[in-house]
């Protein structure tokens, strides 16, 4: 559903991504790994149309994207929740919810404010709250729940759960694997080897601007020394 | 002095502050959302007047008049702002005064062309024209009632839309986060165009409601520009509610401060120093206003939350 294919992206002068090649099939959750600066965040932002790539290709849905600016290629079905979260800090938790959300391509069952509160019962008592006055743990949430609000078809995590407790890391974990089950496709950047191996599907390793390595959850567990070479772990 | 001229000059500041806010209320949105300096709002409120007086002429009602000037000053502002304003908005602030001062010679030589150097007068009609007793044996001219009445209507209506619909919601979101609504799927584009439609709308409005008092002509948005940039930085850049208040307040001390300056300065010296002194300090006080303000909340009076 999500073809990247040789991007190359530069901040000026210096060369940030090497042609990198990357995957997302139908109902996949997908994992981006590798260690600090090596392009992760970078290859997202070309997806998303917040950084477009020099050179290269991004197809979605066998269309390409990666000339588009970012709220049409939002509006193609990519939902983002980003590094840093990036809530709304002047509108309170329902209306960082409500102000963006959209049912584009007619779903069904579209994601609304019940479902999102069922997903995190957590938000539900904050709702009127304004959202920096949310914890870390609640904008992640938080930035989930507006990700799903947009009814994507492909959810896209920087980070997912970088600087929170153990607690709200199982319970971001846990939703998702809700999310897959509901053949939502994921791509997510994230350092957790253990819950990304249960979940994931398929595992890119980034390294200097490049993959550095890719393969399935058994190849990962199969290869202990990647660990080290690549992730720094 | 007496307790009914004192009230009319209250009521007189009033209105200056209302129609102040109609004029500041786009500028502070555009300023605070899209980082834009647009000196040429004030020549939105020029065109705004100018576009009634004409329609006034032809339908030969004035009620008419505000009604259709209304959207062609909005269909002005928007051309403006996707032909020349769409490309400033990455620009320093330094380029923006240039190019919209630029616009501000352009909106001036346009008027002399279309409507000739001498200026219009819009009439009023009869309902309008005569003075209501406010209270008993104080008279006060209806249509500068009407301006306060159209004026807090506007603020009200604002205020919902800011506060209570999903458009209002992505103003807010978007003076806090650009990118980030873009990213969710929100045509950032479409969203500036409409905002500053409104804001141009509003201005125009402004000029409409003043033009019965003071005749339209060229330049007459400069000068009352300048005191709705005074009234954005105390009431808080990008701040409707600041905008609000803070129009109130300016109208207020500048009209009630050369009504009054020198009766208030005359207990302290003699009358003939206050007679000097009065006219020249009124004229500054707004901005000594300003400079206290910004002296102890360099962000404004109510600076809208999560900006830096
Ligand atoms: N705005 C920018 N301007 C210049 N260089 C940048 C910019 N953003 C990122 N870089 C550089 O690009 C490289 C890749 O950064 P990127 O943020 O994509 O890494 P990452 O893998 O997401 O790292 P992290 O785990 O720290 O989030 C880094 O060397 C970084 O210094
Ligand atoms: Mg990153």
Redesign the interface.
Known sequence: MLSVSKIETFYGESQVLFGVDLEVRAGQVVSLMGRNGMGKSTTINAIMGLKPPRTGTIEFENRPIHRLPSHAIARAGLALVPEGRQIFPNLTLRENLIATAANRRKRRHPWTLERVFAMFPALFERRDNRGDTLSGGEQQMLAIGRALMTNPELLILDEATEGLAPLIRAEIWTCLEALKAQRLAILVIDKNLRALTRIGDWHYIMEKGRIAWSGDSAALAATPDLRLRYLGV | MTWALLLEQFLNGFQLGVLLFLLAAGLTLVFGIMDLVNLAHGSLYMVGAFICATLTELTGSFGWGVLLALPATMAVGVIVEMTALRTLYARDHLDQVLATFGLILFFNELTRIVWGPEGMVIPLPAWLDGNVEILPGVHYPTFRMLIIAVGLGVAAALYVLVVKT?TG??I??G???R??????????KTLFTAIFGLGAALAGLAGMMAGPIIEVSTGMGEEILILAFVVIVIGGIGSIRGAFIAALIVGLIDTMGRSFLDVLLSAAMSASAAETAAPALSAMLVYILMATVLFFRPQGLFP???RQ
């Open positions: 999903r919601m992505l807010r979101a003076a806090s986060n990118a980030m609504i873009g990213a969710l799927g929100v045509n950032i809208p939350h999560g």
